[in-house]
C-alpha cells in the first residue's frame, strides 16, 4: 500500500510538471499563498499572475531571437567573429530558469531557511524579496545540468540562501547610510559579488583618494535621452543590422524591433512583481506573527538604491566597452544585447565603494572578460534548458545565454567544483578564503556606519537597536 501511494504521488508531480512552467508554477503559488493564509482571490489571482509573466517572457524571447538573432547571425557570418550565443539579459533568462522541473523546491527551501535562522536567532533579516527565489533556481539548475547531481544544485542553492541573509546582516547599516531607509536590508545574490571584488575595492581605497570622483548627476544630464531603453536598443538594433548587411529599410525595422524588445523586457518583469509582492507582504505578517517582541530588517530588492544616478551612469558609459570586449575577446561565444545594461557588477561596486565613479568605473571595465567568459561558459546549459522545456526555441547553431548573471564568478566556482575539476578546486577553496575576509571586513565597517548614524547600542537579546 506504502509502495502504491509512493507511486501516486509520482504520477501526481509529474503531471503538474507536465502541464508546463506557466500552469504548474501558478498552481505551487497559490498554494503557498494559501499557506501564507492569504485569500483564495488574491492567491489565484498572484499564481495566474506569474502564469502570465512566463509566458509574456517567452513571448519577448522568441520576438528578440526571430528578429534580433537572425540579424546577429548575418553580422556574425559577414564579420567573421565567432559569436554564437546570443545575450536574453537577466528577465528571460531567469523566466526561462522557473522552467527547470525542480524549480517549485526553492520556494519551501528559501522559507525553510529564513525560518531556521530566524529561530536560532542567525539572522534578523526577514527575507521578502520572493522575485529572487528565482536567482536560487538559477544556481540549482545551473549546478544541476553541469555536474548531473539536482541535490548537488539545490544543496548549493540553499547555502546561497544562508549567505544572503548573513550578508544582509552584515551591510545593514551600510545600506541605511546610503538609502536613509532604517528598518531594511539587501538579501540580493548580487551583493555576494562583494566576497570576491571587497579585496580589489581595499586596494582601490589605498591608491585612489576618496577625493577623486565625479557629479553623477550631471553627467548623466548630459547624456540625456540616449540613456533611455528604447533608444539603445534602436542604436544597438541598427548597428547589428549595418553589420550584417541588411539594406536601409530593413535596417531601421531592425533598430525599432530591438528597441521594442528592450523596452518591454522591463515591462514583462514587472508582472513578477506583480505576482510575488502580495505573497512577500503575507510572508512578512506570517514572520512576524511567530517572532513577536523582535525587531527585524525586512529584505527587500535591490531597486531601493535605483534612484542614485552613479548606476545608471556607468552602466550608459560602459555599454560601448561591452560590445568592444565582446568582439576583441578570443573565446568569447556571446553578443551582448539584453543585459547590456550591467546591473550585477555595477550595483554592488556602487555599494562598496559608496558610490564613488572612478572606482566603480575601474571595477565593471576590469569585471566584463569575467562576465563574457561566465556567459559563454554557461550557454549551452541555458540552451539545452530551452530545448528541453520547450519553453523558447533557439534558431540552429545559435545558443541563449545571459551577460551580466547575478554572481557569475561563483556560480562559474561551484559548477567547476560541483565536477572537481583542478581549476574548480582551487577557486572553491580561494572563495572559503576570501568569504572569512569579506563577511569580517563588513562586519567591522557595520561598526563604523553605525557611529556615523548615530546608532550607539544594539540589545542583542532581542535585536533592538537604540540611538
Same mark, same amino acid.
Given at each position: 500500500?506504502?509502495?502504491?501511494?509512493?507511486?501516486?504521488?509520482?504520477?501526481?508531480?509529474?503531471?503538474?510538471?507536465?502541464?508546463?512552467?506557466?500552469?504548474?508554477?501558478?498552481?505551487?503559488?497559490?498554494?503557498?499563498?494559501?499557506?501564507?493564509?492569504?485569500?483564495?482571490?488574491?492567491?489565484?489571482?498572484?499564481?495566474?499572475?506569474?502564469?502570465?509573466?512566463?509566458?509574456?517572457?517567452?513571448?519577448?524571447?522568441?520576438?528578440?531571437?526571430?528578429?534580433?538573432?537572425?540579424?546577429?547571425?548575418?553580422?556574425?557570418?559577414?564579420?567573421?567573429?565567432?559569436?554564437?550565443?546570443?545575450? =536574453?539579459?537577466? +528577465?528571460?533568462? &531567469?523566466?526561462?530558469? %522557473?522552467?527547470?522541473? !525542480?524549480?517549485? /523546491? @526553492?520556494?519551501?527551501?528559501?522559507?525553510?531557511?529564513?525560518?531556521?535562522?530566524?529561530?536560532?536567532?542567525?539572522?534578523?533579516?526577514?527575507?521578502?524579496?520572493?522575485?529572487?527565489?528565482?536567482?536560487?533556481?538559477?544556481?540549482?539548475?545551473?549546478?544541476?545540468?553541469?555536474?548531473?547531481?539536482?541535490?548537488?544544485?539545490?544543496?548549493?542553492?540553499?547555502?546561497?540562501?544562508?549567505?544572503?541573509?548573513?550578508?544582509?546582516?552584515?551591510?545593514?547599516?551600510?545600506?541605511?547610510?546610503?538609502?536613509?531607509?532604517?528598518?531594511?536590508? =539587501?538579501?540580493? +545574490?548580487?551583493? &555576494?559579488?562583494?566576497? %570576491?571584488?571587497?579585496? !580589489?575595492?581595499? /586596494? @582601490?581605497?589605498?591608491?585612489?583618494?576618496?577625493?577623486?570622483?565625479?557629479?553623477?548627476?550631471?553627467?548623466?544630464?548630459?547624456?540625456?535621452?540616449?540613456?533611455?531603453?528604447?533608444?539603445?536598443?534602436?542604436?544597438?538594433?541598427?548597428?547589428?543590422?549595418?553589420?550584417?548587411?541588411?539594406?536601409?529599410?530593413?535596417?531601421?525595422?531592425?533598430?525599432?524591433?530591438?528597441?521594442?524588445?528592450?523596452?518591454?523586457?522591463?515591462?514583462?518583469?514587472?508582472?513578477?512583481?506583480?505576482?510575488?509582492?502580495?505573497?512577500?507582504?503575507?510572508?512578512?505578517?506570517?514572520?512576524?506573527?511567530?517572532?513577536?517582541?523582535?525587531?527585524?530588517?525586512?529584505?527587500?530588492?535591490?531597486?531601493?538604491?535605483?534612484?542614485?544616478?552613479?548606476?545608471?551612469?556607468?552602466?550608459?558609459?560602459?555599454?560601448?566597452?561591452?560590445?568592444?570586449?565582446?568582439?576583441?575577446?578570443?573565446?568569447?561565444?556571446?553578443?551582448?544585447?539584453?543585459?547590456?545594461?550591467?546591473?550585477?557588477?555595477?550595483?554592488?561596486?556602487?555599494?562598496?565603494?559608496?558610490?564613488?565613479?572612478?572606482?566603480?568605473?575601474?571595477?565593471?571595465?576590469?569585471?566584463?572578460?569575467?562576465?563574457?567568459?561566465?556567459?559563454?561558459?554557461?550557454?549551452?546549459?541555458?540552451?539545452?534548458?530551452?530545448?528541453?522545456?520547450?519553453?523558447?526555441?533557439?534558431?540552429?547553431?545559435?545558443?541563449?545565454?545571459?551577460?551580466?548573471?547575478?554572481?557569475?564568478?561563483?556560480?562559474?566556482?561551484?559548477?567547476?567544483?560541483?565536477?572537481?575539476?583542478?581549476?574548480?578546486?582551487?577557486?572553491?577553496?580561494?572563495?572559503?578564503?576570501?568569504?572569512?575576509?569579506?563577511?569580517?571586513?563588513?562586519?567591522?565597517?557595520?561598526?563604523?556606519?553605525?557611529?556615523?548614524?548615530?546608532?550607539?547600542?544594539?540589545?542583542?537579546?532581542?535585536?533592538?537597536?537604540?540611538?
Amino acid at each position: 500500500m506504502e509502495g502504491k501511494s509512493v507511486e501516486y504521488i509520482k504520477i501526481l508531480f509529474q503531471g503538474l510538471i507536465n502541464m508546463g512552467a506557466p500552469v504548474f508554477l501558478s498552481i505551487i503559488l497559490i498554494i503557498i499563498g494559501l499557506i501564507f493564509r492569504m485569500k483564495f482571490s488574491r492567491a489565484f489571482s498572484a499564481g495566474l499572475t506569474l502564469g502570465v509573466a512566463l509566458v509574456g517572457i517567452n513571448l519577448v524571447v522568441d520576438f528578440m531571437i526571430n528578429n534580433v538573432g537572425s540579424a546577429s547571425k548575418a553580422f556574425v557570418e559577414n564579420t567573421g567573429i565567432q559569436l554564437g550565443a546570443l545575450d =536574453m539579459g537577466w +528577465p528571460p533568462a &531567469l523566466g526561462l530558469a %522557473w522552467t527547470w522541473e !525542480f524549480a517549485f /523546491l @526553492m520556494f519551501p527551501i528559501q522559507i525553510l531557511v529564513n525560518l531556521v535562522m530566524l529561530t536560532f536567532r542567525w539572522t534578523d533579516c526577514v527575507n521578502v524579496d520572493m522575485w529572487n527565489v528565482g536567482n536560487k533556481v538559477c544556481t540549482a539548475f545551473l549546478v544541476s545540468y553541469v555536474s548531473g547531481l539536482v541535490w548537488l544544485g539545490l544543496l548549493f542553492a540553499t547555502i546561497q540562501a544562508i549567505l544572503e541573509l548573513k550578508n544582509a546582516d552584515y551591510t545593514r547599516y551600510r545600506l541605511q547610510k546610503l538609502t536613509s531607509i532604517p528598518g531594511v536590508s =539587501m538579501p540580493h +545574490p548580487m551583493f &555576494l559579488t562583494g566576497i %570576491w571584488l571587497y579585496p !580589489f575595492v581595499k /586596494l @582601490m581605497d589605498k591608491v585612489i583618494p576618496s577625493t577623486v570622483n565625479f557629479d553623477a548627476q550631471k553627467v548623466r544630464e548630459k547624456i540625456g535621452a540616449f540613456g533611455e531603453n528604447h533608444i539603445m536598443g534602436f542604436l544597438i538594433g541598427c548597428l547589428i543590422g549595418l553589420f550584417g548587411g541588411y539594406d536601409f529599410k530593413a535596417t531601421l525595422t531592425l533598430g525599432v524591433q530591438s528597441g521594442a524588445a528592450l523596452t518591454l523586457f522591463p515591462l514583462v518583469a514587472k508582472l513578477f512583481t506583480t505576482a510575488l509582492t502580495p505573497i512577500s507582504e503575507s510572508a512578512t505578517d506570517f514572520m512576524k506573527n511567530r517572532f513577536k517582541n523582535r525587531t527585524f530588517t525586512i529584505g527587500l530588492d535591490w531597486p531601493i538604491m535605483a534612484g542614485r544616478s552613479e548606476h545608471w551612469l556607468i552602466m550608459i558609459l560602459t555599454i560601448p566597452i561591452v560590445l568592444l570586449y565582446s568582439l576583441i575577446l578570443p573565446g568569447n561565444l556571446v553578443l551582448p544585447f539584453g543585459g547590456l545594461m550591467n546591473i550585477c557588477l555595477v550595483v554592488p561596486l556602487f555599494f562598496l565603494t559608496n558610490g564613488n565613479l572612478v572606482k566603480m568605473a575601474i571595477g565593471t571595465i576590469l569585471g566584463i572578460p569575467m562576465q563574457l567568459y561566465v556567459a559563454s561558459y554557461f550557454a549551452p546549459h541555458f540552451t539545452r534548458l530551452a530545448q528541453s522545456t520547450g519553453g523558447v526555441s533557439a534558431p540552429d547553431n545559435q545558443m541563449l545565454a545571459w551577460f551580466g548573471m547575478d554572481i557569475s564568478e561563483l556560480r562559474y566556482i561551484v559548477a567547476e567544483f560541483s565536477q572537481l575539476t583542478p581549476v574548480g578546486i582551487v577557486l572553491f577553496i580561494s572563495t572559503i578564503i576570501l568569504s572569512v575576509f569579506y563577511f569580517k571586513g563588513m562586519k567591522k565597517e557595520e561598526e563604523q556606519f553605525k557611529k556615523e548614524l548615530g546608532i550607539e547600542v544594539e540589545n542583542t537579546s532581542n535585536g533592538r537597536a537604540i540611538s
